[in-house]
């Protein structure tokens, strides 16, 4: 999906996949990321304005999110009552809240050199907004600006016939496809996410999985 895409679903509201708390599968398994200390650095890739950075911000010393909607931003900045510095940063904005650094602009015009250093990622909702023509793409930037740093990382699956996404279902062979040459893939969990998803049951679905993943650079 282009970015205009997601300035109009922000526009009219019509944001079913944010959730009113953090994600189940992330605080369930936020520990087995570092199970003896806090990681320093974590980046969120298209964060909207998720609940998921706030879990996050109580564990980690810096929180930074990367959305192209600017009314994403503003409403989790006004939702958690923070009042942010803003600057140009490379061809988009950042705002600063410590210890959030959420950047408004294209994810796939955010460089490393840009970003810093990064000691953990977490996916939830970017892999799965990808249409297919645009995973390798995206798979691949997110290796840049991860460097050596580990992803949590949350996918669905569901039968395509039954819905057309997004989100969209990535199957296990195509996540291997996509970051398995680069790194080891270690299934957390996996679970039956249907009844949690009425959305996406009132769209068709008969059947859906969730799954956290751990992936380790190699």
């Not at 205009?4 to 679903?9: I, Y």
């Not at 970003?115 to 645009?134: C, H, K, N, Q």
Request: contains cysteine.
């Amino acid at each position: 999906m282009q970015n205009d895409f997601w300035h109009e679903r922000w526009q009219l509201g019509q944001i079913g996949f944010h959730l009113t708390k953090p994600h189940p599968l992330l605080v369930g398994h936020w520990h087995n990321m570092f199970p003896t200390q806090s990681a320093g650095r974590v980046l969120v890739p298209l964060c909207g304005k998720s609940l998921d950075l706030v879990f996050l911000k109580e564990r980690v010393n810096s929180v930074v999110g990367i959305e192209c909607s600017p009314l994403a931003i503003q409403q989790f900045l006004e939702e958690q009552g923070l009042l942010a510095r803003s600057r140009p940063l490379g061809q988009g904005i950042v705002h600063e809240a410590s210890p959030y650094r959420l950047i408004e602009g294209d994810f796939f015009k955010v460089t490393a050199p840009l970003l810093g250093e990064i000691d953990a990622v977490y996916d939830r909702a970017a892999l799965v907004a990808m249409p297919e023509s645009r995973r390798s793409d995206y798979a691949r930037h997110l290796r840049d600006l991860a460097g050596q740093a580990p992803i949590l990382l949350i996918t669905i699956d569901y039968d395509p016939e039954q819905m057309m996404g997004p989100p969209f279902p990535i199957p296990q062979r195509e996540l291997e496809a996509l970051f398995g040459e680069n790194y080891r893939l270690t299934l957390l969990e996996e679970t039956d996410a249907l009844d949690e998803s009425a959305a996406l049951r009132r769209r068709g679905l008969t059947a859906l999985t969730e799954s956290a993943w751990r992936l380790d650079p190699r």
